[in-house]
């Protein structure tokens, strides 16, 4: 049915219909990687997310398309993998290269949905002609587009000395608003009173856990400086071709004076207790807005789905921040939570963001384009035991971050299997496999050994055919 129709429906006979236009409330997170974070993990305190995993359906194993913001938000949300964009960079919009590709926002606008933005929700920065997505929003977007370090603290009266001597780290005693994600939310909270009574896709964007790591001293107070451990696999895995790595410059470009701009360990527990910081923040600010929802008796009526654009690593693997195609970048929280889907429950089924997209689509009684490239994950929620998918592509370029309008000197596609993370670096030209990693997570959960040349032939061949289904380009490589 389509959904004008319904919504003259809702007006004529009100809250009898309600069902059929089930609200929205798409909650963003930049940088929130999936082993540390919320549901009960004891290093970590966020009681909100945590929550509201027991309110529904959390994904254990999703995964972005590439370990960058817009990359990863560009394809989530327009519901199409990379290659189809041609988009692995910070600076190119994804409209710049299909310009009329219909978002998962302008589709429930243009299904009679309000559809409105608070926060950081398509790509922040370097896009001055575009500024996020106008055309996706009922309303103009709000507190979108700005660069994370602007992020500093704004307080009325002197500023609160920095209790911090590490670099990437700050902590003051602030209150939640002097950063951009205590104002993101308390705008959101304000937009939910103002759209209570209409079919609404409020997106939320908060700017945390990404660097800097400045939370308000609160929530560092959380967390002990004593009990921050380092990680034990503090070195690149063996065996591993030095493309896969990356010199980890949105952190360590701040420690270019120190041996090998790598922190010292006072520092890298300084950086790993920050980091939980922000997330304790975050999810601070996560909690005022479904407080609200619930306050304003929505939550029947609403489908909440919470998910982060990529993973971060701390110091594993050797590695610093995101921008590889290991497991602690590639792999990302996500929960759905719906009026119907609505008891807690936990999926080992392989899913990728842009399966976002056609979930929301089905979910809302919405026509979803044709070019979509994701499936509905409505059939995991269903029943959680499901299995949609064999494997999940992430991709992720050398260089690390492409020049604008230039495209990258190779590509590593990525999939993550049951059993393994299968990754070959192509020669982005010729598509010719420069190297090829092999991690077996039944042994090696951490990823530290490429087992590729003591793997089978037969399982090379196997994982290869797999890499092979899900991209673009395929090619047969010859196995010895």
């Known amino acids: 049915m389509n959904r004008l129709i319904l919504c003259l429906t809702l007006l004529l006979f009100g809250n009898e219909c309600r069902a059929e236009t089930p609200n929205v409330l798409f909650i963003a997170i930049d940088d929130l990687r999936a082993d540390l974070n919320c549901y ?3 290093q970590i305190h966020s009681p ?5 995993a027991t309110r529904g359906t959390l994904f254990n194993r999703a995964y972005c398309q590439q370990a960058v913001c817009n990359p990863s938000r560009s394809s989530m949300l327009t519901g199409l993998r990379l290659d189809t964009l041609h988009l692995w960079d910070l600076p190119t919009h994804f409209r710049q290269r299909i310009e009329d590709v219909v978002t998962l926002p302008q589709l429930f606008k243009q299904n009679g949905y309000h559809t409105q933005c608070v926060g950081k929700i398509f790509h922040n920065w370097r896009q001055d002609e575009y500024r996020g997505d106008a055309v996706s929003w009922s309303v103009p977007q709000e507190m ?20 911090s001597d590490v670099p990437k780290c700050v902590i003051r005693d602030v209150p939640d608003e002097a950063y951009f994600d205590g104002r993101v939310a308390q705008r959101a909270v304000e937009v939910l009173k103002e759209v209570k009574d209409k079919p609404f896709f409020l997106a939320v964007g908060f700017w945390k856990p990404h660097s800097h790591f400045n939370a308000p001293k609160k929530y560092w107070d959380l967390y002990d400086p004593g009990e921050i451990k380092l990680p034990v696999n503090r070195e690149n895995p063996k065996n591993v071709p030095e493309i896969a790595l990356h010199n980890g410059q949105e952190i360590l470009r701040s420690y270019k004076d120190f041996p090998h701009q790598y922190p010292t360990d006072h520092q890298a527990r300084e950086m790993r207790r920050g980091y939980y910081a922000n997330i304790s923040y975050m999810d601070a600010q996560v909690g005022k807005v479904l407080e609200e929802l619930d306050r304003l008796n929505l939550r029947n009526n609403t489908i909440v789905v919470l998910w982060s654009d990529h993973g971060f690593h701390l110091g594993e693997n050797g590695l610093w921040a995101k921008t590889s195609n290991f497991e602690l970048d590639a792999r990302v929280p996500m929960i759905i939570s719906t009026p119907v889907f609505n008891q807690p429950q936990r999926t080992n089924s392989l899913v990728e963001l842009l399966d976002i997209y056609p979930t929301l689509a089905e979910l809302c009684h919405l026509q979803a384009p044709d070019n979509l490239e994701g499936k509905s994950l409505v059939p995991i929620l269903k ?10 592509l992430t991709q992720h370029c050398r260089p690390a971050y492409p020049r604008y309008g230039e495209d990258p000197k190779a590509m590593g596609y990525s999939i993550r ?13 010729t598509h010719a496999v420069l190297a090829t990693e092999v991690y077996d997570h039944r042994h090696d959960p951490s990823e530290t050994n490429n087992v590729f040349e003591s793997t089978s032939n037969r399982n090379k061949q196997r994982l290869a055919k797999q890499l092979n289904s899900v991209i673009s380009r395929p090619v047969h ?3 010895n």
Do not use: C
Not at 418 to 428: A, G, K, P, Q
């Open 40 to 42: 009960g993990n004891s």
């Open 48 to 52: 909100n997310i945590d929550q509201l």
């Open 144 to 163: 979108h587009y700005n660069s994370h370090g602007n992020d500093k603290a704004m307080v009325e009266g002197p500023l609160p000395a920095n209790l």
């Open 383 to 392: 029943n959680p035991r499901t299995t949609l998918k064999r494997q999940a």
């Open 417 to 429: 299997t049951n059993r393994f993370r299968y990754t070959e670096w192509r020669d982005f030209q």
């Open 477 to 479: 490589r010859e196995q």
